[in-house]
T-cell receptor
C-alpha cells in the first residue's frame, strides 16, 4: 500500500528563517506528488504540484526519486505561512488514478 | 459557483442512528471524492465517482456506508447504525477527469460528525 510519511507533526520557526517540511513516499512507480495546505478556518487547498515545477508563495518542492522524498522548502518564512501542510501522493495510472494518499500533516508555526 | 459545498457542516447523533451527508461539487467537475479525517490524521480516501459511476471504494467503507451520485451532480454519503468510531470529519472534493488541467482536487469545508 502507498504510504506518505511526514516525520514532523509540529515545526516552529521564526519569521525570516528558512523552513523545510519533510516528506517521504513509498510508491515505486512514477507518482504524482503534491503539497496541500490548510490555513486556520479555511478549507484544504492545493499549494503546489511536482509536475509543474512551480514556486507558490515562495515555496518550492523537489522530487528526489533516489531518496523517495518531496520536501517542501521556503528560504524566508512569513507569519502568514503558519498552517497545516499535507504531503500528498496520487497513483499515476490504473483504476485508482486520481485517488489521493495523504501524509499525517505538519503544523507549521512561524513566530514573529 | 462558490466551490464545493457540503451540508450539514456539523452533525451530532446518537449511536445506532442513521445519518446522511450531501456534497455539491463544482458544476463542471466530472469526479467527486469522499474522504474521512480523524483527529491528528490526514484525510483518508473512502470512495470516488466519475459522473454517476462509483469507480472505487476503500476497505474503510464498511457495509454500513453507502454513497450515491444519482445524476452525476451532487452526492450523498449515508452511514447506517452509526458507531462512536464513525466520529470524524467527512470531506468531499471534486475535480475534472484526472489528467486534465493539472490534476487538482477542490475540497469542501467538511461535515463534522459526532456520535454520542
Amino acid at each position: 500500500a502507498q504510504r506518505v510519511t511526514q516525520p514532523e507533526k509540529l515545526l516552529s520557526v521564526f519569521k525570516g528563517a528558512p523552513v523545510e517540511l519533510k516528506c517521504n513516499y513509498s510508491y515505486s512507480g512514477s507518482p504524482e506528488l503534491f503539497w496541500y495546505v490548510q490555513y486556520s478556518r479555511q478549507r484544504l487547498q492545493l499549494l503546489l504540484r511536482h509536475i509543474s515545477r512551480e514556486s507558490i508563495k515562495g515555496f518550492t518542492a523537489d522530487l528526489n526519486k533516489g531518496e523517495t522524498s518531496f520536501h517542501l522548502k521556503k528560504p524566508f518564512a512569513q507569519e502568514e505561512d503558519s498552517a497545516m501542510y499535507y504531503c500528498v501522493e496520487s497513483n499515476a495510472g490504473g483504476t485508482s488514478y486520481g485517488k489521493l494518499t495523504f501524509g499525517q500533516g505538519t503544523i507549521l508555526t512561524v513566530h514573529p | 459557483d462558490t466551490g464545493v459545498s457540503q451540508d450539514p457542516r456539523h452533525k451530532i447523533t446518537k449511536r445506532g442512528q442513521n445519518v446522511t451527508f450531501r456534497c455539491d461539487p463544482i458544476s463542471e467537475h466530472n469526479r467527486l471524492y469522499w474522504y474521512r479525517q480523524t483527529l491528528g490524521q490526514g484525510p483518508e480516501f473512502l470512495t470516488y465517482f466519475q459522473n454517476e459511476a462509483q469507480l472505487e471504494k476503500s476497505r474503510l467503507l464498511s457495509d454500513r456506508f453507502s454513497a450515491e451520485r444519482p445524476k452525476g451532480s451532487f452526492s450523498t454519503l449515508e452511514i447506517q447504525r452509526t458507531e462512536q468510531g464513525d466520529s470524524a470529519m467527512y470531506l468531499c472534493a471534486s475535480s475534472l477527469i484526472w489528467g486534465q488541467r493539472g490534476n487538482e482536487q477542490f475540497f469542501g469545508p467538511g461535515t463534522r460528525l459526532t456520535v454520542l
